[in-house]
């Protein structure tokens, strides 16, 4: 089983793990986090393929993909 994990609070809400995602698994939330920003959340997790190109481009280090 894969498993998205984001860490809310460390997003600056870039983009750019959304971007990155071939399978279109990410997306911006309407949650804020602590900082002030729009969390990105895990919107089809159901479709991850593990490819960790999203924890890859992340600059904050938010995302973590176990399998
Ligand atoms: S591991 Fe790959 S498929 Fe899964 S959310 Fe990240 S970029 Fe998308
Ligand atoms: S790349 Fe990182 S900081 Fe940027 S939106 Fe994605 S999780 Fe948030």
């Known amino acids: 089983m894969i498993k998205v994990t984001i860490h809310e609070d460390a997003c600056k809400s870039c ?3 959304v971007r990155a995602c071939p399978k279109d698994v990410l997306a ?3 949650r804020l986090n602590t900082k002030g920003y729009y969390a990105v959340e ?3 997790p159901e479709a991850c393929i593990a490819c960790a190109s999203c924890a890859k481009t ?8 176990e399998k």
């Not at 992340?58 to 993909?65: G, K, Q, R």
């Open 58 to 65: 992340c600059p904050d280090v938010a995302i973590e993909i």
């Open 42 to 44: 895990v919107a089809h």
């Open 15 to 17: 983009g750019l793990c």
């Open 28 to 30: 911006i939330s309407k």
